[in-house]
């Protein structure tokens, strides 16, 4: 039984008209500061300067009274079981994800949020490698990890930054409903759920609730692709 | 000395305004008939549905006087040592990929076409499998391939479907130049070139020309994007 988990899946980190991670900032509030917790181990791994993508995360945290450590600034093992957060940042999802095989660090993290209760804040391609795979990352595979496989705090894909098709494009190109229902022709595929710019998930012990600031688009394989509306109870989704 | 090939790498098989590949037929003709080919192996692995696949291109070629074979109909090995011309089409890149390597064909398609003259028709991700690597696909990995070295017709990467940002976008996923730069940062990448929807690279023997409908973008690492004119000569990146 999976019960102590408290997890905030973003779709990004930016939205039009807000700074950096603003838009969600109440539910960050609520899941770091709600559980009495202001030190946010932050893992850059999905850039490639990791300096540098400290510093813009640290500038925005710390304004909202947070301390961020970076992983990459001690032993990664023992930054991750002395945390109380852990905040996995954007960019591309392989990248991320090897690091993550690279470094040892799947099984810890998952024991870490699973089972000791550590919060965990994923945006973008931290959201991806926060469920059970990287199958719907729009990434391109600019390095090889040693498996799609990823955290599996959740059972289920996530598309991040999904986007409905453009009416009035002529390009031909497959659209993001027709790469993911690609993947769901696929018998070990399963659940997808395609959260738009401002959408998130919040996942508290055995709840799930569609947070944010638009509706999400589910994928459940055999099934027409359905509209969830904000403040959806999602919870059956995390028992499938 | 890689010599006597004959390569036609089309970054999609549909434009807008035209049948499925019929913006190409004018260098379709000259790479088969101009050759005195008219039988063509179909691979139609990126898409799930073989037999539909096989019947939308049979429909379109088989008007312009080509026979069409594909390689689900019979043993795969036998049917690409017979081939003239081998035509691999569009959909998913890594089933594409992983399917080329699951049959073991990737060796075999490298000889027929790189030293025995056979022709190569390629499209989206056709195309992306002709390349050194499927690193800048758009497509989702739905499935794992053992790595993600290609067929290595030519030495570099492509972008097939290459976009332009939407410059009246919110969205602030990153654009697709962002990504192949992404790709870039790192030492083992090389050059990539973005093919426009109706773009396409000609590659007889040691030369290669942009042909096709609209200019296409050409990244080298360490420099600017530059932009490419239809007619181009681009022999030299068949030399890195």
């Not at 930016?14 to 181990?41: C, M, P, Q």
């Not at 710390?62 to 940042?89: C, E, F, M, R």
């Not at 999802?93 to 690279?102: G, H, I, N, V």
């Amino acid at each position: 039984m999976l019960s102590s988990r408290q997890i905030l899946l973003l779709s990004t980190s930016r939205v039009h008209g807000y700074e950096f991670l603003e838009y969600a900032k109440e539910h960050i509030d609520k899941l770091l500061r709600g559980n009495n917790v202001t030190n946010l181990l932050f893992i850059p791994y999905a850039l490639k300067d990791h300096d540098f993508y400290l510093a813009r995360v640290d500038a925005v945290l710390s304004k909202w009274g947070y301390n961020v450590t970076s992983i990459h600034k001690g032993d990664p093992k023992t930054l991750i079981q002395a945390a109380q957060a852990i905040y996995i940042g954007g960019g591309n999802t392989f990248r991320l994800l090897k690091a993550l095989y690279d470094n040892d660090l799947l099984d810890l993290i998952r024991k870490r949020v699973l089972e000791e209760g550590v919060l965990y804040l994923g945006s973008s391609a931290g959201t991806n490698v926060a469920t059970r795979g990287i199958h719907t990352t729009n990434d391109m595979p600019i390095v090889y990890p040693p498996s799609l496989d990823a955290l599996k705090l959740v059972p289920f894909n996530i598309n991040p930054h999904y986007l409905d098709p453009d009416l009035n494009s002529v390009h031909k190109g497959e659209t993001r409903q027709e790469r993911i229902l690609q993947y769901q022709e696929l018998p070990e595929a399963g659940v997808v759920i395609g959260l738009r710019e401002g959408s998130m998930l919040l996942i508290e012990n055995n709840t799930m609730i569609l947070k944010g600031l638009c509706k999400s688009r589910l994928f459940i394989p055999g099934q027409e692709p359905q509209e969830i509306d904000v403040g959806t109870d999602l919870s059956h989704l995390l028992n499938r």
